[in-house]
């Protein structure tokens, strides 16, 4: 792993990441005494609380990366990173619908993840485009899993903008 052993590190690493970093964050298996560990997990908790932080600079492939190594970890581990409702709430925030058919696919990895995403906070005005996107997408879906993980979005995105 590589070491940033400042803030200042740790912000160039998000201002400039790109795909080609991916590999330090990303959730990086390996079994210790028959446990799965993630050879990255305590850079990525770092990174993760910079972005938290100030999320305005972590460009979009970060927010997605971030997110998919910890629901990949939250799925292997059965546990789930209570910051993972502020990953996707900030992801979704800042990228719309660019990742949305990713983040209702990993949502259903693990009943955990399913659980943590049901906490995001997002505007009202997004819900309903969001839900909108998701309808749209329905109507053109090509199978019938396709067509279930978006009314599953239509349903989840109709009771966010009602429970906000």
């Not at 998701?134 to 109507?139: A, D, G, L, V, Y």
Request: proline share 4%; with cysteine.
């Amino acid at each position: 792993m590589t070491s940033y052993s400042s803030n200042l590190e740790l912000s160039k690493f998000i201002d400039n990441y790109d795909s080609n970093s991916e590999k330090i964050i990303s959730f990086s298996p390996s079994e210790s005494e028959n446990k799965p560990i993630d050879n990255n997990f305590e850079f990525r908790q770092l990174v993760i609380q910079e972005v938290i932080q100030t999320p305005e600079n972590a460009p979009l492939e970060l927010l997605w990366d971030l997110f998919e190594a910890e629901t990949l970890f939250a799925k292997t581990n059965f546990s789930v990173n209570p910051n993972l409702r502020h990953l996707a709430s900030i992801l979704l925030i800042r990228g719309g619908t660019k990742y949305l058919q990713k983040f209702l696919r990993y949502r259903y990895l693990s009943f955990d993840i399913y659980c943590e995403t049901a906490q995001i906070k997002i505007p009202q005005e997004l819900s309903l485009q969001l839900a909108l996107e998701c309808e749209n997408n329905s109507k053109s879906a090509n199978d019938k899993s396709e067509k279930e993980l978006w009314e599953g979005g239509i349903k989840f995105f109709q009771w966010k903008n009602e429970s906000s």
